[in-house]
Structures are given as C-alpha cells and as structure tokens.
C-alpha cells in the first residue's frame, strides 16, 4: 500500500542542525510533488516546503526560507529536509505528504501523509 | 502569501446535526480549495480537493462548495466518527497556506 514513514527527529540545541528522511513505497514516487508540513504541539498545521516530481523545483514558507532545504533521491525513494539554525520555535512534528498531481509543477491536495517525526528545538 | 480564515474555530454539535465550517481566502484562489479532518495522534485525512470534489472512499455526507474567496464544508449528518479538527487550505500558488482550524466537539 501507498506509504510514507519519515525518520531522523530528535532533540536539538538552538542553532543546532539535523536532516529529515521520509521513506516512500507503494507508489511511484518520481512521478509527484511531495510536501514537508509541521504541527507545533498543540497547534494547527503548517506547510514548511514542497519539491516538484523531478526536484527542478523547490518551494518553501517564509518562517524556513534560507534555513531550511528540501531534496529528493528518486532512485531511493526518498525525500530529504535539512533543518540548519534551528529555533525553539521549529518545535513540531515534521510530516512528509504526497501531492495528488501526477507529474505536474503545480501542487493540488496533500493526499497520502506520513505519520511525523517530532523535532525539539531546546537547550 | 495567501491568508486562510476558518469559522468557527470550534463547534459544539449533536450526532445528527448539520454542520457548516466556512473558509474565506485573502484573494481569490478559484477553486483550488482542499479540506483535511484530523483525528488526535492521527495524521490529516484528505476529505475534498477542488472545492467540491470527494476524494475516494469518504462518505457522501461531505461536501464542499465555494469559489473565488468564501468555500464551505458540510457535513450533513454528523457522526460519532466525525468528531475532529477540519481544516482548509489553499493551492492556488505553490506556497501552500492553512486556515486555522475547526474544532468540531459534542
């Protein structure tokens, strides 16, 4: 079945670094957009950063821009997120979802989400 | 960026009742308006994509509407299942924005 599992969360020191992993499978995953979305503890959801099908492409939010960047490995399958500068208010859990466009340079709906890595950003 | 406004941000309801959660962008996004339920713990769910369209295997008691600015969900008779957090949220432009959430409670 169509899934994604992220990895690579864990606790951090202010200015501190670390690198996302969201492993996918059950779908041909060169073929669409995929999205970096984040939830602060008791919180609504954010989008952060989202890469088009063939990586020509990346866009990110306001709060990650020059901070953070999003890549991919189609031949693993993978999507990548490396956090670097980390403020305490980067806090969240990170969730990796695929878009429902094929092939396409412009996002449409968040279809199938991944279950999250939490990050903590303290010291 | 585009700014996405949910009302209400939480709800109290019945099973059996009709309810409606309305979204308003801060400029037009023509129908390329998507809504999510999320249940505690859980990851979002994907309940309509184009404004009005039901993405597979979600029960026809949803439904969305809207164009332009102003969209609604509705769900025409809630269900024990649908106690959830709804939210809204824009694809008009590549910087994706959400709306800040629905509470829908008993």
């Known amino acids: 079945q169509v899934q994604l599992v992220e990895s690579g969360g864990g606790v951090v020191q202010p200015g501190g670094s670390l690198r996302l992993s969201c492993e996918a499978s059950?779908?041909?995953?060169?073929?669409?957009?995929i999205h970096w979305v984040r939830q602060a503890p008791g919180k609504g959801l954010e989008w952060v950063a989202f890469i088009l099908y063939d990586g020509s492409n990346q866009y990110y939010a306001d709060s990650v821009k020059g901070r953070f960047t999003i890549s991919r490995d189609n031949s693993k399958n993978t999507l990548y997120l490396q956090m670097n500068s980390l403020k305490s208010e980067d806090t969240a859990v990170y969730s990796c979802a695929k878009d429902l466009a094929v092939q396409s340079s412009n996002s449409d709906a968040l279809h199938i989400w991944g279950q999250g890595t939490m990050v903590i950003v303290s010291s | 960026d585009i700014q996405m406004t949910q009302s209400p941000s939480s709800l109290s309801a019945s099973v059996g009742d009709r309810v409606t959660i309305t979204c308003r962008a801060s400029q037009s996004i023509s129908v390329h308006l998507n809504w999510y339920q999320q249940k505690p713990g859980k990851a979002p769910k994907l309940l309509i994509f184009a404004a009005s369209s039901l993405q597979s295997g979600v029960p026809s008691r949803f439904s969305g509407s809207g164009s332009a600015t102003d969209f609604t969900l509705t769900i025409s008779s809630l269900q024990p299942e649908d106690f959830a957090t709804y939210y809204c949220q824009q694809s008009s432009i590549n910087h994706l924005t959400f709306g800040g959430g629905t509470k829908v409670e008993i």
């Open positions: 059950g779908f041909t995953f060169s073929s669409y957009g």
